[in-house]
């Protein structure tokens, strides 16, 4: 079955009682047992809703694997991940990571007796030199955030199989409808479905999708022990917003596209971010792995500078200032004071995030009207 058709059926059949097309929700916390220990498969919605079943089923199946577990955030997802490592095990992970995820491996699990390793990810040899006796874990974002670098995911699950580490790969930016991480070989598949899956910046969830049966029962231990479990009402909306992911996706990548060329080709543009552009060093890879180069876009101004930068993003009105991504509205950010300001400055500097680095995630409204106010804005600078 086609993606396009899984966004609109994954997860769900009409319900049974009524003939409802779409999926009750179920608000409530507890649920009767027949006898002590005997119930319908659920007894507490902290283990177990079925509003929550049907989206995990339906985010297994766009991802084309058999477990699919939802979370009350993103960076809850990525903590049931390291919950399953042990004191001295050692993660290799990408060096250009989202802020909240490098915020959780060095301040919380580092203290926590495990270690990390953050490298480019470029070449088999800088990926093999980085693997060590306790290595168990490998992360990687691809594209990442926020300089689109794009990761050989095929070689990544290449290198892991042979010395038995578990790949996770954050496929935030792609969505579903762009690349298939457990096809190339990842054992995990992370979202923030805050972002694209969800697509309308109006709730907060993380989804962790797996074909492996240790690795789920390892996973839904710690979604039940820690609790960090989404409610009924932003299940239905995630449910909700998947159904238009596909149409959403392309509008996303087409409007990306065209702004790409006109932030290259304008002269107070030095550099732009994006790997559908040719000259892009991850295009190729990207061409192969991904079906659409994603509505993510990064960029500098030839004055690169916070300041420059900042009248930029003052100068936007169809762009709106603020924090997270994939939504049908455009947004603008500085990842240097907003999302990656966890990350030390010098660290941020070596992985390419300039203090000048704007990023932008493309909505879906008319490419020209987005032009339009792009222009706008570059011309204060």
Known sequence: MKKSTLCVHAGHEPEPVTGAVMPPVFFTSTY??????????YDYSRAGNPSRTVLEKALAELEGGTHGFCFSSGMGAVDAVLKTLSTGDHVVAMNDLYGGTYRLFRQSYEKLGISFSFIGCSSEAEIESAIQPGTKLMWIETPTNPTLTVVDIALCASICKRHGITLVVDNT????????????????VMHSMTKYLGGHSDLIMGGLVTSDAALAEALFFNQKSTGATPGPMDCYLALRGIKTLHLRMKAHVENAQQIA??????????????????????????????????????FELS?????????????????VLAESLGGVESLVSHPASMTHASIPREI??????????????????????????????LSAC
Not at 262 to 277: C, D, E, I, N, T
């Open 261 to 298: 060329l006109f932030l290259q080709a304008h002269p107070k543009v030095s550099r732009v971010f994006y790997p559908g552009l040719p000259e892009h060093p991850g295009h190729g890879i990207a061409s192969r792995q991904m079906s659409g180069f994603g509505g993510m876009l990064s």
């Open 32 to 41: 009767v047992q027949q006898a002590p220990g005997e119930h319908q498969g």
């Open 173 to 188: 930016f792609a969505s579903p409808m762009l690349q298939s991480p457990l096809a190339l070989g990842a054992n995990i």
């Open 303 to 319: 004055t690169n500078t916070e300041e420059n930068a900042r009248t930029f993003l003052l100068g936007t009105k169809l762009f």
């Open 348 to 377: 941020r500097l070596r992985n390419g995030v300039s203090d000048g680095l704007i990023r932008l995630s493309v909505g879906i409204e008319d490419a020209q009207d987005l032009i339009q106010d792009l222009e706008t804005a």
